[in-house]
């Protein structure tokens, strides 16, 4: 909650749109009220805000995800085989649609980790592009988060190699098919990266790592007694809030469907 409350100031302080992400691992631990929680951070915002269900990899919690109050969810069907991630991505799709909710869904696989979910490099997979056209065709989708060599987690002392050519390429489809574009992994992309990622048409940003080196940080190092949640997200925000890619926090500015401020 913490951490929600940390976005949303800096959402305000930037006078930009920022999108609030529940991995399912959190949903498990938080449940129900901290959806609630999450929601209401949101309306209370001075700046739009959405609430989204990140990483939904079964059917289960995904169709569990649809009656909780998020205005978005991602399908991640990135473990199955193209066909069987169609067949996933389109049933949760249309069930979404059905509730005015957006679509994210994720073609190839990024390595790394997130949360508890960790994905070796040897499963990893770039983005097809040809595959893309036939996946978003065929599932009606919102955004395509793609895999052009950014991963979760930590990127290696060598930094990010991501595949700008790649992104060129399923820019000139995404604007085709009118989706957007989405960049998992976000975290330790340098300026440029995420300008040149926003000119070849990513809308979308992931972020969490600096998120929570800014939450340990503030709990290993406070700068006075911890005291109410309030003072501690303010000064999770504050450690952060200078970065400059801590302020993309998940922009998706175009694609905000309901603002729940108008
Ligand atoms: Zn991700």
Redo the contacts with the bound molecule.
């Keep these: 909650m913490e951490g929600a409350e940390a976005v949303v100031a800096a959402a305000e302080e930037e006078n930009s749109p920022a999108i609030l992400q529940i991995h399912p691992s959190a949903l498990k631990q938080g449940g129900i009220p901290l959806v609630a929680c999450c929601v209401s951070a949101a309306e209370q915002a001075n700046v739009p805000i959405t609430v989204h269900f990140?990483?939904g990899t079964s059917k289960q919690e995904l169709v569990e995800a649809l009656d909780l109050g998020f205005d978005s969810l991602?399908v991640?069907g990135s473990h199955l085989s193209l066909k069987d991630n169609i067949a996933y991505t389109k049933y949760i799709s249309l069930l979404a649609h059905s509730k005015n909710m957006l679509v994210e869904a994720?073609l190839g696989r990024?390595s790394g980790t997130?949360d508890d979910l960790t994905v070796e490099d040897y499963e990893a997979r770039l983005t097809d592009v040809n595959q893309a056209e036939e996946f978003i065709d065929e599932t009606g989708i919102d955004a395509l988060?793609v895999c052009i060599g950014n991963v979760?987690g930590k990127y290696p002392a060598s930094g990010p190699n991501l595949r700008l050519d790649l992104l060129k390429d399923l820019h000139a489809l995404s604007s085709k098919k009118g989706v957007f574009l989405v960049l998992?992994?976000a975290s330790g992309l340098s300026e440029e990266l995420i300008k040149a990622s926003i000119q070849r048409g990513v809308t979308k940003f992931?972020v969490?790592t600096e998120v929570r080196k800014a939450y340990m940080n503030s709990l290993s190092n406070p700068k006075q007694d911890l005291g109410p949640c309030d003072g501690f997200s303010k000064r999770s925000h504050e450690s952060c809030g200078n970065r400059e890619d801590a302020l993309v926090w998940f922009i998706w500015k175009s694609i905000i469907p309901s603002p729940r401020k108008d």
């Design positions: 990140d990483h991602m991640d994720e990024l997130e988060a979760h998992h992994g992931n969490n």
